[in-house]
């Protein structure tokens, strides 16, 4: 049996023991077996009156087994056993050494609650708080405590031979703010009592909170826009809660991604702003029980920028003309109708004002974007200057305004609008001529060839006035076959002009032609002129 016993206070212990006699002898039936100390005697098997000591095994059966009920500090000590029969024996060999600790100084002993594990949020879960074993016919009281709401709870027992293990099992729906929490189960026997506890793993989808520093008072759950200064910096947080960590993102409206991480919070740091950073900024978090997503808005304040003039006028193609660049210049034809739009980009909304430039002064002639120009004469230059303030600052711009007459208004050469008009009918005319010229050069060719075909085909005097070449007989040479054709040598077939003569050597028939066409006409003979000068005679006297 076992040597040494620990057993805490006010529980019980079952104490398995079992003897033998010497050989020869037999137990009989009424063999009683007692339990006792080395100073006091604590239970017989003869004894009908219940204690908290209890000899639970057959004597006569050589089974001596105890059981402790309700053990006290001062049940500790040394017991034996002694058999009491037709023989009587004490047993040194079954003498345990029982130790009756304070309640609860032993782990194992303790109560604990299980499953110790992380539970979904929104999801049912039950719990059980397991006492340790504790003698039969005495049921502990279990008591929980914690943040969570109990919806059911319940009490079972596992009885063993001599002992039972009591059970409590709790039913509950956990929620995000359950995470972290400690529950508490208790479990009382008398006067006595244990605890235990865990700390609750809720786990939650993440939500979300948007800040700025030093702009707390301007961001609310309804309202997420923020104007800032240009050139500024500032930090936007976006401070994630959930179980487990989430991802976190900021990004543009259009999806661009600026940075992210896996932790609780990410910043989005904005350096010396401009109208780039002016846009909507998304913060995005999730993790494996869902997501979501904030935003928020920056819109910018900031001066005057691009001032622009843009001309209006009454030409026909109501043509509108706009600068951006600075000392511009517009000629207008007299009795012109001439306005001019300022406009500046700014925010807020600048106050916009006409100066005109004259050669010795300057003049505010107006504090509208519109401008009605009017009185100028031919040959006039005025200067024109638009200017945009507000509270961060100003921007301008120029124009020079010259009136001409309408006559040298024509003169001017034609702008782009002007040419857009022009350039059609002009390529249409081009087309034309080109047609024009491809079709006289045809027709040219057409004349020269005609007369080259002329000059080598056609008859020329009376031998061939009347013949064509379907009456030559077959075998004879046309007379324009150069093969057949030749040209008498100098000074041989010449006719007394001078013309070259043609002969063909036909085989039936020979012609001989002459042809004047190649002939340059003689010129005719100058008529002799007679001068006369008039002579004078001096009579010479002798």
Known sequence: MQKHVTVQKGLCVHIPCHFTVPKGEILSPTATGIWSTYRTKLVSSADSKKTRFTLTGEVSKGDCSLLINEAKLEDTGTYKFRLEDTLSYTYNSIQPNIK????????????????????????????TCTAPEWCTGIAPVFTWKGSIRITETRTNALLHPYTSTYMSNI???????DHNTSLICTVTYGQVSAITSIILDVEY?????????????????????????????LNIWCTVTSNPMANVTWSTEDGLILSTTINKSLTLALRNISLSNAA??????????????????????????????CIYKSNPDGLLDCYFEENSFEEVEEGTSLSLLCTAKSNPTSNVSWIRHGQTNIQNISAKQLLNVTQMGVGSTEVYICW??????????????????ATKQQQKPPGIMSALFVVPPLVIVLLLISAFIMIRNKRRKQLLHNDKKQTTSTPVNDCDAHKTYEEIPQGSSSPTDNTDLEIAPKDENLSEDGAPIYINYGEDLQYACIHFSH??????????EVEYSEIQCKSQIL
């Open 388 to 405: 945009a303030e507000n509270k961060y600052g100003q921007a301008n711009r120029s124009i020079t305004i010259k009136v001409t007459s």
């Open 519 to 528: 002939l340059k006409p003689n010129d005719s003979p100058e008529k002799e």
């Open 100 to 127: 009756v600790t304070d309640l609860w100084n032993i782990s194992k002993k303790e109560p604990y609650i299980s499953p110790n594990r992380s539970m979904a949020a929104g999801e049912e879960v039950m719990l």
């Open 171 to 177: 039913t509950f729906t956990p929620s995000q703010q």
């Open 205 to 233: 989808p993440p939500s979300m909170n948007i800040t700025m520093p030093g702009y707390e008072r301007l961001l609310t759950q309804e309202n997420k826009s923020v104007t800032v200064i240009e050139g500024e910096s």
């Open 280 to 309: 909507t900024y998304r913060c995005l978090a999730w993790n494996s029980h869902g997501n979501t997503n904030d935003s928020i808005t920056l819109s910018l304040e900031y001066p005057p920028k691009e001032a622009t003039i």
